[in-house]
């Protein structure tokens, strides 16, 4: 769950792009060509403002990666506002750097260092906007524009080191990471209409990069697409008959020739249980463990499965 949760400070920044993304995005005929994504979420949030687009700061504060006590202390990115001199100072987790800004001015302060911006911190309506590719590079992020979709990604730090997990991790630690990240519909989303909290998460045998998701009477097939976004290509809803879906959306994907599962119904019982899938459709157990932990995630139901070997990704794993 996305966390705009900010105590009486209301900050924003100002995400310039320059070169071709900036041309690109500013011919967009209207705001809906375009897309901005923070760390997997699709911010809503931005505006124009000439060449540069505008998000909300606080899309940072996003605790999801960690357990509710650890948050404070394990944020990826934290801030601090001055109303009084119109100053704000920004950190990254590690505390490493410093980064200070003060409003009208076309420079910050890196460590005690100036730098130069690309534009110069505003207050607007009472609001604070700072370049994003600033703040990106000054903090050891990513930005990225896909041309072809008219996108922009950002990624802070923390998410940078999680996306390398999915790139090139093992099976178990890239599908907990996949789990982890917001999904993206690029159709219409089917929300469920049955009761109940049964959930069960299907990835292919040896693969991370997609996965299966079934809540109540919807199935969804998501995949982690070129963008690093989990992307929902297809759901249906399932009918009466298990075995037939009587609303669909999307491409829906081809049968599986072999896939792992893991069920589990958070937060009624703790239990998890987990098998493969033969392409007949047959399941066989191959184990159960529990969760005891207060705050649990889909991610929070992923083990390894005994002799599966990875066979998507950057760099294979062939651990078991």
Sequence with gaps: MRKWL????????????????????QAASSKSDVKVYLNGYDISE??????????????????????????KDKQDITYNWDAKNKTVWVYPADKTKTVKLVADEAHASVN???????????????????????????LGGKVVWNEAKKTAVIRTPERVKRDEVIRTGSLEDARKEVLRLPTVYPNRELLPRAEGFAVSIQFPEGEALRYY???????????????????????????????KFIEEFGKKPEQEDR??????????????TY????????????????VTKSLRSHADAITAIPGEKRTDGEQIDNKA
Aim: aromatic share 14%.
């Design 6 to 25: 900010v105590a009486a400070l209301c900050l924003s920044l100002w995400f310039g792009f320059v070169g071709t993304a900036a041309q690109s995005a």
């Design 46 to 71: 931005w505006k124009w403002e000439n060449n540069y687009i505008m998000v909300p700061l606080f899309a940072f504060d996003d605790y999801s990666y960690f357990d509710k006590q650890d948050k």
């Design 275 to 290: 098998g493969k899938i033969g392409g007949d459709g047959s399941t066989t157990q191959l184990g159960k463990f529990e």
């Design 112 to 138: 005690g260092k100036q730098v130069n911006l690309d534009a110069p911190v505003r207050i607007i309506d009472g609001h604070t906007y700072v370049p994003l590719r600033f703040i990106s590079e000054a």
């Design 213 to 243: 998701y079934s809540v109540k009477d919807i199935m969804s097939y998501v995949v982690i697409n070129s963008d690093g976004l989990a992307e929902v290509i297809w759901q249906g809803r399932m009918g009466s008959n298990s075995d």
């Design 259 to 272: 896939a792992v599962y893991f069920s589990h119904s958070f937060p009624v019982q703790d239990a998890v």
